[in-house]
């Protein structure tokens, strides 16, 4: 079975610097797909960013961006100068043909001002 | 386009009773997914319907189900109630072919006394 950790429960950040958040998954796929979904206290969640296994670019959003290393099984996120309003509950996810979700537990990520 | 919508957005049971839950995805999707949230398990998928089938279930029991209508709508019943089942219930959506992002809805918080 599938499986997603994430190593960090909780992370701290100050306004305007860069953090980087971990994720490695467990997979004997070679087409999959990965996400980072985003979930302040509204608990609504928010698509952040996606990658597809096969491609070797890695994906960027704005001030969000991957570091995609397949061989390793590891999918981290970077946010670039960052805002108060970016605080929130991040989770990595892994899909194999885009239905079925699995979740690491998570990391709370603090910004300060 | 409206996004993935819940209702209700919070309910209270009783040990013992049922309950259903509604989920409306935007509009055009034809796959609905839902997951159970709780602080101990983190998110587990729950099942996913697509075009009033269900294409994949989670490790629940017997007592979880759920249907999908014409329009994409989808409901989720949960019978016989256990405290355990206290949770946030949400459901995603996406269009089904060839697009693997879910999108989702607000949740509904469940709590059973």
């Known amino acids: 079975a599938q499986t997603v950790t994430q190593s960090q429960p909780e992370m701290s950040v100050q306004e305007a610097e860069t953090v980087t958040l971990s994720c490695t998954y467990d997979?004997?796929?070679?087409?999959?797909?990965l996400f980072w979904y985003k979930q302040p206290p509204s608990r609504q969640m928010i698509l952040v960013i996606r990658?597809?296994?096969?491609?070797?670019q890695n994906a960027t959003e704005n001030r969000f961006s991957v570091n995609f290393q397949k061989a390793a099984k590891s999918f981290s996120l970077k946010i670039s100068d960052s805002q108060l309003g970016d605080a929130a509950m991040y989770f990595c996810?892994?899909?194999?043909?885009?239905?079925?979700?699995?979740f690491g537990a998570g990391t709370i990520l603090r910004v300060k001002s | 386009k409206a996004g993935v919508t819940q209702t209700p957005r919070y309910l209270i049971k009783t040990r013992g009773q049922q309950v259903t839950l509604s989920c409306s995805p935007i509009?055009?999707?034809?796959?609905v997914s839902w997951y159970q949230q709780t602080p101990g398990q983190g998110l587990q998928f729950l099942f996913e319907?697509?075009?009033?089938?269900?294409?994949n279930k989670g490790n629940f029991p017997g007592r979880f189900s759920g249907r999908q209508f014409s329009n994409s709508r989808s409901e989720m019943n949960v019978s016989t109630l256990e405290l355990g089942d206290s949770a946030l219930y949400l459901c995603?959506?996406?269009?089904?072919?060839?697009?693997?992002?879910?999108?989702f809805g607000p949740g509904t918080r469940l709590t059973v006394t």
């Open positions: 509009s055009g999707h034809r796959s």
């Open positions: 997979t004997s796929e070679s087409d999959y797909y």
């Open positions: 990658q597809e296994a096969y491609k070797q």
């Open positions: 995603a959506s996406r269009p089904g072919t060839g697009a693997y992002e879910q999108y």
């Open positions: 319907y697509f075009s009033e089938t269900q294409r």
């Open positions: 996810a892994y899909s194999l043909y885009g239905n079925k979700l699995v």
